[in-house]
Nanobody
Framework: QVQLAESGGGLVQAGGSLRLSCAAS????????MGWFRQAPGKEREFVAA????????YYADSAKGRFTISRDNAKNTVYLQMNSLKPEDTAIYYC???????????????WGQGTQVTVSS
């Protein structure tokens, strides 16, 4: 089992930046791929970005490419999502996720955090 705790959400104006963090605890010795999903009001959860255990391979949704960057620090058991050039349509609850399988972390990850709210004002 692994527990995930997000932080760094908040209110920002369009064009601004935020960095989300996700600290993993529990069975962190396992080599988990990690990532981020988001859910906007009235919409389904959608994949945003993911990174493999070693940090050498990243995956992004089209909506995130060129604006968001995912990274991780395995010494701190933490994954980050740097979000730049934010738009009002990025407003959502952002969830940290983890899974042993790279493919699973982008579709149906085993582990989810509680989420952190990101609000982008126009």
């Amino acid at each position: 089992q692994v527990q995930l705790a997000e932080s760094g959400g908040g209110l920002v104006q369009a064009g601004g930046s935020l960095r989300l963090s996700c600290a993993a605890s529990g069975r962190t010795s396992a080599r988990y791929a990690m990532g981020w999903f988001r859910q906007a009001p009235g919409k389904e959860r959608e994949f945003v970005a993911a990174i493999n255990w070693r940090g050498g391979t990243t995956y992004y949704a089209d909506s995130a490419k060129g604006r968001f960057t995912i990274s991780r620090d395995n010494a701190k058991n933490t994954v980050y999502l740097q979000m730049n050039s934010l738009k009002p349509e990025d407003t959502a609850i952002y969830y940290c996720v983890a899974d042993i399988e790279n493919a699973q972390v982008m579709s149906v990850p085993d582990y989810w955090g509680q989420g952190t709210q990101v609000t982008v004002s126009s």
